[in-house]
DNA sequence: CTAAACTTTACGGATTTCCGTAAGGCGGTA
DNA sequence: TACCGCCTTACGGAAATCCGTAAAGTTTAG
């Protein structure tokens, strides 16, 4: 069983909930919780650089704001961070989101081991994920279906992260530079613009105005 | 203390630390957790016809939509459907809604007892709101103002009527136009242009774009 | 009544959005 | 191979946005 295990998760209730199941059901010797992400990946860099780390993160994705600023301010910053310096930690994610090409992202560019849909039954099957990824496989709550991805009003990571940017105030040509900083193709002005005008269409949306209330209210931003 | 106790929470994981924490930091000697609201209805009716009703109701206000059609389908409906039944029952939510305006109607509509607002306290604020709903007195989340706050941030009828017409892709232009059909004053472009910008100080909104994401999150449009 | 404060309106300029056109790239296929 | 469809990118023009200034009207306080 995992010795060192750290739970970050904002949610008091919740993060209470997952740290008592995995002591009981479980053996893990060590387990920690975080309530911040930036408090997370401190613990996580200390333990690593005493050579002590930890062996598995189970985290949500999204946290509130709190009344101070904070670097790492989602579940995909505290992940792109500990990855950049520790490549063997394993990642469980469990969170709300049940969109499959959003959980599909985290798989392939965030390296993530496993990932938990929030339900009714989400704590026996962090159980599972937790008991895969010690064999070294991938753990994914059955009710998403990667594949089958329903393609008429889904929205994948790309969109995501123009809308996401756009519903904060970016311009596109703040979003394009936003895209070379990191590293991401495409990342032209003119392929946002026209990115955009397509999800005019699929939305049926007249303008960005429309689009950002439709998706907000359908909950994908 | 509170002798039977009934959690209703869809999250698992979340459900589970509401219970251990109840069983250890309170004595409570009988706390039944549920999954649906249905289930929770139910618990309590029996109780309630079998004259050992529950003293305390702990009910989120959201619950996914499980694989089959369910009658209750929120906290709300629960405790609507609760209320009819038994006034006596004390009544505690917890959830993560943070609208003032939405958390006033619950006490004065719904006569809940208490309301804790999910966060990285909340835990802490249950158990105190359990022990002044001990003492029948009410308990809110610190966070939440339930007097001041949202007169600040309140949005007149006018202000409403430019950022619906605003979310559904109408420009300033055609605004003004509609004012002027509906013989509403003032109506020129120049004036929603100004109103718009003061609300962009108003919510710490950058343009428009981030102005409309903030309002359908906040609920008010 | 009058001065101060705020609102309504017009106008103009810099920036942004929206959309059409067009050139070049890339993968599939007959 | 050559062709087709799709994506990326650049560019330009009309319309819309954001924001400052300014004049005229309205409200408020002393």
């Known amino acids: 069983m995992f010795k060192k295990i750290l739970i970050a998760e904002d949610f008091q209730d919740t993060n209470k909930g997952i740290a008592n199941t995995l002591e009981n059901k479980l053996q893990a010797e060590h387990i920690q919780e975080e309530l911040y992400c930036d408090n997370a990946f401190n613990r996580i860099k200390v333990a690593h650089n005493d050579g002590e780390p930890f062996d598995l993160l189970v985290t949500d994705l999204s946290f509130q704001e709190g009344p101070v600023e904070r670097r790492l301010k989602s ?96 311009t596109k040509k703040e979003i394009s530079q936003k895209l070379k900083e990191e590293k991401i193709s495409p990342s032209s002005e003119s392929t946002i613009d026209k990115k955009v005008g397509r999800l005019f269409d699929k939305f049926g949306a007249k303008n960005t105005h429309h689009l950002i209330a439709k998706l907000v209210k359908l909950g994908k931003i």
Do not use: H
């Open 75 to 170: 579940g995909k910053d505290l992940i792109g961070a500990i990855r950049k310096l520790d490549s063997n930690i394993k990642i469980i994610v469990n969170s709300m989101v049940d969109n499959p090409m959003e959980i599909n992202s985290l798989f392939k560019d965030y390296k993530i081991n496993g990932y938990v849909c929030k339900g009714r039954n989400s704590l026996n099957e962090l159980v599972m994920a937790i008991q895969e990824t010690l064999q070294n496989r991938t753990y994914v709550s059955p009710q998403i279906n990667l594949n089958t991805s329903n393609q008429v009003l889904e929205l994948d990571s790309y969109d995501l992260f123009i809308l996401q940017n756009l519903s904060e105030g970016l």
